[in-house]
């Protein structure tokens, strides 16, 4: 698939478990962000990346860790998650900050 | 601080009645207005913005800076609108805020 991918699609884990989500764009993009989207709030910008370094971190929790290696990949590290944190994880891309973003599918995350 | 709303979590319509999802949006400068859609089982996408001031697939919204709204019309719905849209606005930090989203049913 072009565009955005993120895998894995569903993960489960547990809270003491260590996992890591990821974004992958074939766009030629130099922007790249986390979004949350739970059942009862609006999409939540969790982290922003602009040429591999990071430009926002929307007060996110530290068991939450993103990682930037290069412009067209980005990870999520998760680990003692909490039930609250289950979610969808959605990563974008865009060619510049503020420019039209194209999301990925989503990771659905279930924290037991 | 910026922040969007939509009130309405639901709204259905008949297909080829008149639609309009609001959006109203609260920010102290010169917004920047969008809206995306998510269709069933594909992922969110840009709808349009108010700043190309364009009709994309009937769907037209005006930006109204008195009122702070910038609701999406389309004269005559379709069932392939069926969808899941937001609301977004763009900060000066050049971010997104998204609404809560509106789900349109347009029904046969």
């Known amino acids: 698939e072009t565009g955005v991918t993120q895998t894995p699609r569903h993960l489960v884990m547990g809270m003491t478990n260590k996992k890591s989500l990821k974004c992958e764009q074939h766009?030629?993009?130099?922007?790249m962000y986390w979004y949350k989207q739970s059942a009862k709030k609006p999409l939540e910008l969790m982290f922003v990346?602009?040429?591999?370094?990071?430009?926002e971190n929307n007060s996110v929790p530290s068991r939450f860790s993103p990682e930037c290696p290069n412009s067209s990949h980005l990870f999520l590290h998760l680990h003692t998650l909490q039930p609250e944190d289950s979610a969808l994880y959605l990563c974008?891309?865009?060619?510049?900050?503020?420019?039209?973003?194209?999301f990925g599918p989503g990771t659905r995350l279930t924290v037991l | 601080a910026q922040r969007v709303t939509q009130p309405e979590k639901l709204l259905s319509v008949f297909k080829g009645a008149p639609v309009e999802l609001k959006c109203n949006y609260s920010?102290?400068?010169?917004?920047?207005l969008f809206w995306y859609v998510q269709y069933s089982r594909q992922r969110l996408q840009l709808l349009l913005r108010?700043?190309s001031r364009e009709s994309i697939k009937g769907f037209t919204a005006d930006l109204n800076k008195g009122e702070t709204s910038f609701h999406l019309k389309k004269p005559f719905a379709q069932e392939e609108d069926s969808a899941m849209y937001y609301c977004?606005?763009?900060?000066?930090?050049?971010?997104?805020?998204f609404g809560p989203g509106t789900r349109l049913s347009v029904l046969p």
């Open positions: 766009l030629g993009h130099n922007a």
């Open positions: 990346y602009n040429f591999k370094e990071q430009t």
């Open positions: 977004a606005l763009r900060d000066y930090g050049q971010n997104f805020v």
């Open positions: 108010h700043i």
């Open positions: 920010y102290s400068g010169s917004p920047e």
């Open positions: 974008a891309s865009s060619q510049r900050p503020g420019d039209t973003q194209y």
